[in-house]
C-alpha cells in the first residue's frame, strides 16, 4: 500500500525565516482548513474516539517529551570544528579532506607569533 500525502508547512523553516518574502497569504489562508492535525482532531472527536481529556493528556505527554528533549540537547556537547568535516560522508571523502586542510591553514594563518604591544 502507498499513501501519498501532499501537504503545507505552516510555519516559517526558522525563526530566521520570512515566508511573507516567498508566499502569499491568501495560500497560507487555503491550507489552514486542511491542515492534517486539525482534520484528524477534528475526526476523532466527531467519531467518539477521542475526547477533550484525551488531547489534553497528549498535549501533556508532548510538552514533557519537548522538555526532556530539550534538556538532552543543552546537555550535549558542542561538537568540535572537524567533525563538520569528519561526519558528512560513511567514508573518508578526498575533496572533504582538501577541504579540511585549507581551513586548518587558513586558521593556522591567525596565530599570533608575536608578544602583544601596550
Given at each position: 500500500?502507498?499513501i501519498e500525502a501532499f501537504t503545507y508547512r505552516m510555519s516559517a523553516h526558522t525563526t530566521?525565516?520570512?515566508?511573507?518574502?516567498?508566499?502569499?497569504?491568501?495560500?497560507?489562508?487555503?491550507?489552514?482548513?486542511?491542515?492534517?492535525?486539525?482534520?484528524?482532531?477534528?475526526?476523532?472527536?466527531?467519531?467518539?474516539?477521542?475526547?477533550?481529556?484525551?488531547?489534553?493528556?497528549?498535549?501533556?505527554?508532548?510538552?514533557?517529551?519537548?522538555?526532556?528533549?530539550?534538556?538532552?540537547?543543552?546537555?550535549?556537547?558542542?561538537?568540535?570544528?572537524?567533525?563538520?568535516?569528519?561526519?558528512?560522508?560513511?567514508?573518508?571523502?578526498?575533496?572533504?579532506?582538501?577541504?579540511?586542510?585549507?581551513?586548518?591553514?587558513?586558521?593556522?594563518?591567525?596565530?599570533?607569533?608575536?608578544?602583544?604591544?601596550?
Amino acid at each position: 500500500m502507498l499513501i501519498e500525502a501532499f501537504t503545507y508547512r505552516m510555519s516559517a523553516h526558522t525563526t530566521a525565516d520570512d515566508p511573507t518574502k516567498y508566499r502569499l497569504s491568501a495560500d497560507e489562508e487555503a491550507w489552514v482548513s486542511r491542515d492534517p492535525l486539525t482534520r484528524l482532531e477534528k475526526y476523532l472527536r466527531a467519531s467518539g474516539l477521542a475526547d477533550d481529556a484525551f488531547f489534553e493528556g497528549l498535549a501533556k505527554d508532548g510538552q514533557v517529551m519537548a522538555d526532556k528533549l530539550r534538556a538532552d540537547v543543552l546537555a550535549m556537547q558542542a561538537p568540535g570544528f572537524e567533525d563538520a568535516f569528519t561526519d558528512v560522508y560513511a567514508g573518508a571523502h578526498p575533496l572533504i579532506q582538501e577541504e579540511l586542510d585549507f581551513h586548518r591553514r587558513y586558521e593556522a594563518g591567525f596565530a599570533d607569533s608575536q608578544e602583544p604591544t601596550a
